[in-house]
């Protein structure tokens, strides 16, 4: 026997290889690709090889037989027979093996179409160590130890998830390849900026100088209009240093596109060419729906339903509603004459009614006030839960807004013993830049809960819809020092920074707001919503450079601005033709398609919740000595 010692929880032999004959046996196989289904096509064989995972270990004897069950490469299983020589016995659960035997009709039929395959011979091509046994348990969960994601893999679900992100990337690019699109790559190294979040720096062995992965192709996108190229997607690698949830990896994947001598119109029935089909053929929750009038719920029919920013800011509080539960609104009561008073600001004060919240399930809607839930104000609660409640419920909220005609508002509201009445405050609808106001949060976490499902939700299926007509800039919020929230944003005089990103271009008909009022400018931007997840955005750009120009210096106060964005400029200022776009978050889209919480479902190797990749253990020390090279040091402790 050949001596082993451990090294790193691995086997290093001494005195020599393996043997050669034990080495040969696991590289010399049948290079079938045959799977179960096939098999049972041919219904009886003499003699057929099929390759997979060994997925039990051997079970008891029955008559001198041995029981096993293998898994094809498609993730399907048979039951293997043993009768000769107890090969079985041997073989680790999760081994990589070659079965060869004949196809024979199970006594008792079961699964596999009632047939199994008899044991010629069981070759082992890699045995498994006793890890795949150990976490028997963690398989029978669907749940495994983060390192362990090859196991996890493995999985027939997990093989599906991945089959069916490839399945609809190939749908996506046969419908934009029929559309004349040309799939370009783009360079992943590009240079710092300071548009959007922050970025991975990658160091260079030039003193002083950086790359940053690109947090999007942007940039390169519009060099490409300005190259020639008419119409360009590509499933592009994005980064972003940003604080992870269950929608947000540092690294994915967007499906970029951008189209030369086209206006935002033209890209977002380009958009609903791709997204809606996609739906209806790979959607766990069938066809996607959108907005009728109402609102009511239709199936998306190729056209999705287009909202102003306003609209959905004012009836559902943020810019990205979930319309599963359209009749859920909030309403303002600014038209009866009431007015907040708190903050000058801040002078609308509307309402959200929750239809029988406080009964007869009890008051499950008070943890959704809890302060830490909200960006700055909390909304306040009033159970109506007697008449005089019904009737005076509007003196609690007294101290935050000033009423007139209260029964005039109580006639519209038609509250009900039973009924929960929220309130809180807000920016009047023309400079409306809170978002989510608190009533936006509410209405969030209520739908949310299991009860906001069953009693709001008026559809299982995803409803989609636009929202267009964003404020081009929205007002630079001031930060506190000593970190305590404040109850009303504050924003610095006369300070700017683009909604979307300094490249969107201004709608037309508020273009002399430029100079004078910023904010009163709306912007050629649009987003595709479904089911309050923003799944893709897109403009149309700025392709003048005189008024690129403008924007970063007079108005985002962008002083480098040719430094930082003098080769779009340069591109710009050759003949650049019009031109539009959009990215949809791929990762995103395939875990909404497949019903999946998390985009970490639909990864092969997600980082975890602080960006780390614990199969391979990154991101890992690097020695000072390699950093010498690249004029970098560690900090002193």
């Not at 102003?308 to 359209?326: N, Q």
């Amino acid at each position: 026997m050949i001596p082993t010692r451990c090294v790193w929880g691995s086997v290093r032999h001494v005195g020599g290889p393996p043997a050669k004959a034990a080495t040969a046996a696991r590289f010399q196989f049948q290079a079938t690709q045959l799977t179960v289904k096939q098999l049972l096509r041919f219904k009886w064989v003499d003699t057929v090889a099929i390759n997979g995972c060994s997925t039990s270990g051997p079970s008891g004897s029955v008559r001198a037989l041995c029981l096993g069950r293998l898994r094809d490469v498609a993730g399907d299983t048979i039951q293997l027979v043993d009768s000769q020589d107890a090969q079985l016995v041997d073989c680790s659960l999760e081994s990589a093996v070659q079965a060869t035997g004949s196809l024979e009709r199970k006594v008792g039929g079961g699964d596999a179409g009632g047939y199994e395959i008899r044991l010629q011979r069981l070759q082992v091509l890699n045995a498994a160590n006793g890890t795949p046994a150990q976490l028997q348990g963690n398989k029978a969960l669907g749940a495994f130890p983060p390192e362990y994601r090859c196991l996890q893999l493995r999985l027939r679900e997990n093989q599906q998830l991945l089959r069916s992100r490839y399945e609809v990337a190939l749908q996506i690019r046969s419908v934009l390849d029929g559309a004349h699109f040309t799939e370009v790559e783009t360079p992943l190294l590009f240079k710092p900026t300071p548009e959007g979040a922050r970025e991975f720096l990658v160091p260079t062995r030039q003193r002083s100088r950086f790359f940053a992965l690109t947090q999007s192709p942007q940039q390169y996108k519009q060099l490409l209009m300005a190259s020639g190229v008419h119409r360009y997607f590509q499933f592009a690698r994005c980064f972003r240093d940003e604080d992870l949830r269950r929608d947000r990896q540092p690294e994915f994947t967007q499906v970029d596109l951008e189209m030369a001598f086209a206006t935002g119109s033209d890209v977002m029935r380009t958009v609903e060419d791709v997204v809606v089909p996609v739906w209806s053929a790979h959607a766990v929750q069938g066809p996607l729906l959108t907005l009728a009038e109402g609102p009511t719920l239709v199936e998306a029919r190729g056209l999705l339903k287009r909202l102003s920013y306003r609209h959905v800011m004012t009836k559902y509080g943020i810019d990205k509603p979930d319309l599963r539960a359209p009749a859920f609104q909030i309403t303002s009561l600014e038209d009866n004459h009431v007015r907040a008073t708190e903050n000058e600001r801040f002078p609308v004060f509307e309402v959200l009614v929750v239809r029988g919240g406080s009964a007869p399930s009890g008051e499950w809607w008070t943890k959704l006030v809890h302060p830490d839930l909200y960006n700055s104000r909390t909304p306040l609660a009033v159970p109506i839960d007697t008449d005089e409640a019904r009737d005076h419920w509007f003196e609690r909220f007294s101290p935050m807004a000033s009423f007139e005609d209260t029964s005039l508002i109580n006639e519209q509201l038609n509250l009900q013993r039973g009924d929960v009445v929220f309130g809180s405050t807000r920016e009047p609808d023309h400079m409306l830049f809170e978002n989510p106001t608190p009533l936006g949060r509410l209405r969030q976490l209520i739908l949310a809960t299991p009860w906001g499902q069953s009693n709001l939700f008026e559809t299982q299926a995803d409803v989609g819809a636009w929202v267009v007509d964003f404020p081009l800039f929205s007002p630079v919020e001031t930060t506190t020092t000593t970190g305590t929230k404040r109850k009303y944003p504050n924003y610095e005089a006369d300070k700017y920074i683009s909604t979307h990103h300094p490249f969107t271009m201004v709608q037309l008909d508020t273009y002399q707001n430029l100079e004078t009022s910023p904010l009163e400018c709306l912007g050629q931007h649009y987003d595709l919503v479904i089911n309050g997840v923003e799944l893709g955005g897109g403009s149309t750009r700025i392709h003048d450079t005189a008024l690129q120009d403008y924007i970063f210096k007079n108005v985002l106060d962008i002083h480098n601005s040719h430094e930082l964005f003098g080769h779009l400029l340069d591109a710009l200022a050759m003949g650049a033709p019009p031109h539009a776009g959009f990215a949809i978050g791929f990762d995103r889209m395939c875990a909404m398609l497949l019903g999946r919480d998390s985009i970490r479902d639909v990864l092969p190797f997600p980082k975890s919740v602080n960006g780390s990749d614990l199969v391979v253990k990154s991101p890992a020390v690097v020695p000072e000595s390699v950093l010498k090279s690249y004029h970098i040091q560690y900090l002193k402790e």
